[in-house]
Structure formats: structure tokens, C-alpha cells
């Protein structure tokens, strides 16, 4: 059986408070398959309760991304999911994004019509 799981629209409820994370948008646009993302997993429909996992991507086709849960959740509703789980989403559910190790696989900005992208953070 396929378990079901509901992810935060993280923008969405920042847009509400008033919060633009221009710099968040701007390295969503970056990712490349084989980096780290961090997305917020509901434990209820009401969205009452939840975690923030790392996820790993596998697919980016436009804006919708595809990834592998590389985090164990530990609150009591989330316990069924697993390392390995499948997920789908978009970039306004990616909550953050990891330092070091995990954001391997993640890129510079691409360049846009002649700009210099921002300098690769040292590892």
C-alpha cells in the first residue's frame, strides 16, 4: 500500500507572515539532482503537528521536483515513513536548504544574460 504523506507549503504560510526569501527562491533555482533539500512532512491533515526532514532530489522538471526521503522521521506521526520514501513537490514546499556535507550536488546560479554568478561557498 502507498502511504499518502502531506507536505508544508513553507512559502505559502511565509507569504502569509509577510516573509519573502528572495536569497531561498534564488538557490531553489540552483538545484541540480543529487542535492539536499530540506521539506517539512505534516503527521496530521490539519497540519497541527510535523518534521523537517532532508530530502535527496532525483528529478527536477520545471518547478516540480522529485526526491527520496534521506531522513528518519522520529515523532510518533510520521514513524511509518521510511529512508528511501518517495516524494513530489514543488519549491514553495522546500523549506531550507542543508550546509555542508548534504548540499553536494547542488549548484552555482545559473548565469542570466551575461551576469556572474555568486561564488561557490567553501566546503
Not at 512559502?11 to 530540506?38: S, Y
Not at 497541527?48 to 528518519?72: H, P, Q
Amino acid at each position: 500500500m502507498r502511504t499518502r504523506v502531506e507536505i508544508q507549503n513553507i512559502e505559502d504560510m511565509r507569504r502569509r507572515e509577510g516573509i519573502e526569501d528572495t536569497e531561498l527562491r534564488q538557490a531553489i533555482r540552483g538545484l541540480r539532482v543529487g542535492a539536499f533539500v530540506k521539506v517539512t512532512l505534516l503527521a496530521d491533515a490539519q497540519g497541527n503537528s510535523g518534521e523537517t526532514l532532508l530530502v535527496r532530489i532525483t528529478s527536477i522538471r520545471g518547478d516540480t521536483f522529485r526526491g527520496k526521503l534521506a531522513d528518519r522521521p522520529t515523532s510518533a506521526g510520521l514513524a511509518g515513513l521510511r529512508v528511501g520514501l518517495p516524494l513530489a513537490f514543488t519549491g514553495s514546499h522546500i523549506h531550507s536548504l542543508p550546509t555542508g556535507r548534504a548540499t553536494q550536488g547542488a549548484a552555482t546560479p545559473r548565469r542570466r544574460h551575461g551576469g556572474t554568478p555568486s561564488p561557490r561557498p567553501q566546503r
